[in-house]
């Protein structure tokens, strides 16, 4: 069997003195889309954030390929292959779009103008607007943009928080098929998803968190198939 890439486990911390997380549990193997769904304020995004590095953690492990990197910053944990992706202040807006994915190279030594293009090939609706201000651009652009910038480290886990927020159906339909399109390339997806149904059809490992603790854990299928499931988290 091979080794999870993330091991994320009994998460316990948050904000100050408030706990957010209550032993919260992330596994993800190579290539795989994981998901993390609940309620407001389970504690999805902290979770991501926790396994970044941005939010402190009083107890728990958190393991990159096999590696313990409790003591490293957000900086060093993408050196060590993770992305990031805000569901906020993702882009630099009065940058242009290839500024923007050229900032996401900032720790690379190489020639990068290879991934450049595979950013592109990836995401043709930005391609066309590389000179174009990232401000300018659709809100759907702009997350393509802002994974975009996250894939230019040549990533092994690419987290993201709320990818679709804001967008229409159409537009989350399509960054769902690149994030398939991401995950066949073997790079391993963490993603937070208000649209859980939706999320979870991709889904090959989801987690359903109630105040900061799993409450449900299991493939997206099975996800989908368990009626508790359906009837608490995804509207019937």
């Given at each position: 069997?091979?080794q999870a890439?993330?091991?994320?486990?009994?998460?316990?911390?948050g904000?100050?003195?408030?706990?957010?997380l209550?032993g919260c549990?992330l596994i993800?193997?190579?290539?795989?889309?994981a998901v993390i769904v609940?309620?407001n304020g389970?504690g999805?995004s902290?979770?991501?954030?926790?396994?970044?590095?941005?939010v402190?953690l009083?107890?728990g492990?958190?393991?990159?390929d096999g590696?313990?990197?409790a003591?490293l910053s957000?900086?060093?944990?993408v050196r060590?292959?993770?992305?990031f992706?805000?569901?906020?202040g993702?882009?630099?807006p009065?940058?242009t779009?290839e500024?923007?994915l050229?900032?996401?190279?900032?720790?690379r030594?190489d020639?990068f103008?290879?991934t450049l293009e595979?950013?592109?090939?990836l995401?043709?609706?930005i391609?066309?607007?590389?000179?174009q201000n990232?401000?300018?651009?659709s809100g759907?652009?702009r997350?393509?943009?802002?994974?975009?910038?996250?894939?230019?480290t040549?990533?092994?886990?690419l987290?993201?928080d709320?990818?679709?927020?804001?967008v229409?159906?159409?537009v989350?339909d399509?960054?769902?098929d690149r994030i398939?399109e991401?995950a066949r390339?073997?790079?391993?997806i963490l993603?937070v998803?208000?649209?859980?149904?939706q999320a979870l059809?991709?889904?090959?490992?989801?987690?359903?968190?109630?105040q900061?603790?799993?409450?449900y854990?299991?493939?997206g299928?099975?996800?989908?198939?368990d009626?508790e499931?359906?009837?608490?988290?995804?509207?019937g």
């Amino acid at each position: 069997m091979s080794q999870a890439f993330l091991s994320a486990t009994g998460m316990r911390g948050g904000y100050g003195k408030a706990d957010i997380l209550n032993g919260c549990d992330l596994i993800v193997d190579p290539g795989q889309i994981a998901v993390i769904v609940g309620p407001n304020g389970a504690g999805k995004s902290t979770a991501m954030k926790a396994v970044f590095g941005m939010v402190s953690l009083r107890e728990g492990t958190v393991l990159l390929d096999g590696q313990d990197i409790a003591a490293l910053s957000p900086q060093d944990r993408v050196r060590r292959g993770m992305g990031f992706v805000p569901q906020l202040g993702n882009v630099f807006p009065t940058m242009t779009v290839e500024e923007n994915l050229e900032m996401g190279a900032f720790i690379r030594s190489d020639d990068f103008r290879a991934t450049l293009e595979q950013v592109y090939h990836l995401f043709p609706a930005i391609a066309g607007k590389r000179r174009q201000n990232a401000g300018e651009l659709s809100g759907g652009q702009r997350q393509q943009v802002a994974v975009g910038r996250a894939l230019m480290t040549r990533p092994k886990l690419l987290m993201l928080d709320e990818p679709t927020a804001g967008v229409s159906p159409i537009v989350m339909d399509e960054l769902f098929d690149r994030i398939i399109e991401i995950a066949r390339t073997g790079i391993s997806i963490l993603m937070v998803e208000q649209n859980a149904r939706q999320a979870l059809e991709i889904a090959d490992i989801g987690y359903v968190l109630v105040q900061g603790a799993n409450r449900y854990t299991g493939t997206g299928a099975e996800l989908m198939a368990d009626a508790e499931v359906r009837r608490t988290f995804l509207g019937g």
